[in-house]
Nanobody, 124 residues
Framework: QVHLVESGGGSVQAGGSLRLSCVFS????????LGWFRQAPGKSREGVAG???????VYAEHLKGRFTLSKDNTKNTLYLTMNSLKPEDSAIYYC??????????????????WGQGKQVTVSE
């Protein structure tokens, strides 16, 4: 069974940085994908960044350069480092996983397993 446990996030002023972590377990390490998603109030869930077991990594174009996804296989942990944060980055951030690969890593509908979500709040 796949488990995802998130930590990190919190509140920061605009221009600051935060890091989210997601410890994952239960994945078939020959074939999986992991992703970060976010959802702001009144908006649909959007893909932030994703990676598969072949280490193929993709980012939402408008976040590329500020957000960095990384993965430590020795710790089974996925990270999202967020720099130069803006108020519009405020949202609940979710870690997600699935036991297969899909060509489009940023589609929420392609993921079956989700973390509990962590609030990120960026103030002016």
């Amino acid at each position: 069974q796949v488990h995802l446990v998130e930590s990190g996030g919190g509140s920061v002023q605009a221009g600051g940085s935060l890091r989210l972590s997601c410890v994952f377990s239960g994945l078939n390490y020959d074939r999986y994908m992991l992703g970060w998603f976010r959802q702001a109030p009144g908006k649909s869930r959007e893909g932030v960044a994703g990676i598969d077991n072949l280490e193929r990594t993709v980012y939402a174009e408008h976040l590329k350069g500020r957000f960095t996804l990384s993965k430590d296989n020795t710790k089974n942990t996925l990270y999202l480092t967020m720099n130069s944060l803006k108020p519009e980055d405020s949202a609940i951030y979710y870690c997600a996983a699935d036991c297969r690969r899909h060509w489009y890593l940023l589609s929420p509908s392609e993921y079956h397993y989700w973390g509990q979500g962590k609030q990120v709040t960026v103030s002016e």
